[in-house]
């Protein structure tokens, strides 16, 4: 019964910000200027909780199992962060860039996990110098979840729009979001490979 309550108030979530995206759009329309009257907005959305992690685990052991990169640092630390929401971020006058209002999507109840891999291998002359990237996982209990998450980063994009360098790797699976960050520019392509082996070899014999 509770289930179901929870099922019917995400609908309700969904149908209200649904309506309230299109009134914006149509008080933009009618003269309403974002970057003369715009201001910080946040809008909640609530998802049902997948806190499972095995099948994480398992690619993490796949990525491992290339030998290049390692969930353990040089000095065997492990960067290992779990979440229970995914807050997306859209600036609304881009031309104000750090002034300009944000409008900010939380999706309240997504749980993830995140690993920083570390290459096995210093970078040919920078011997103290190694090659990461992040991956994360983000977990749904059904793909219509999934799907909304999904199509809601297609529209607003991810991580932190302030950021000159914010480039990412975006992979779907049924009820998973997985998305991997190299941070720095110099590691895109590495990341980039990784995306395409995880979407190539991973995703084809691992739905989820």
Known sequence: ?????????????????????????????????????????????????????ADFYKLIQFIESKGEFNRLDKKKRLDSVTNNKIVLQKLLCEKKY??????????????SIRFLMTSKKAIKGNPGFYPKFS?????????????????????????????KWNDYYIIENTTRIIILESYVAMFGE????????IQKEWISKNKK
């Not at 750090?98 to 749980?111: A, H, K, N, Q």
């Not at 991956?135 to 950021?163: M, R, S, V």
């Open 1 to 53: 019964m509770f289930q179901q309550y929870l099922k019917i108030l995400f609908v309700a979530f969904v149908l209200f910000f649904g309506i309230a995206s299109k009134n914006n759009k149509l008080q933009l329309k009618n003269g309403l200027d974002p970057c003369e009257n715009g201001k910080d907005t946040i809008i909640h959305l609530q998802f049902e909780q997948d806190t499972r992690t």
């Open 98 to 111: 750090f002034e300009s209002p944000i409008e900010r999507w939380v999706l309240d109840g997504v749980f």
């Open 135 to 163: 991956i994360a996982q983000y977990n749904f209990k059904t793909e219509k979840e999934k799907n909304i998450a999904f199509d809601k980063i297609k529209e607003i994009g991810w991580g932190d729009p302030l950021k």
């Open 190 to 197: 590495t990341k980039n490979r990784y995306g395409k082996m």
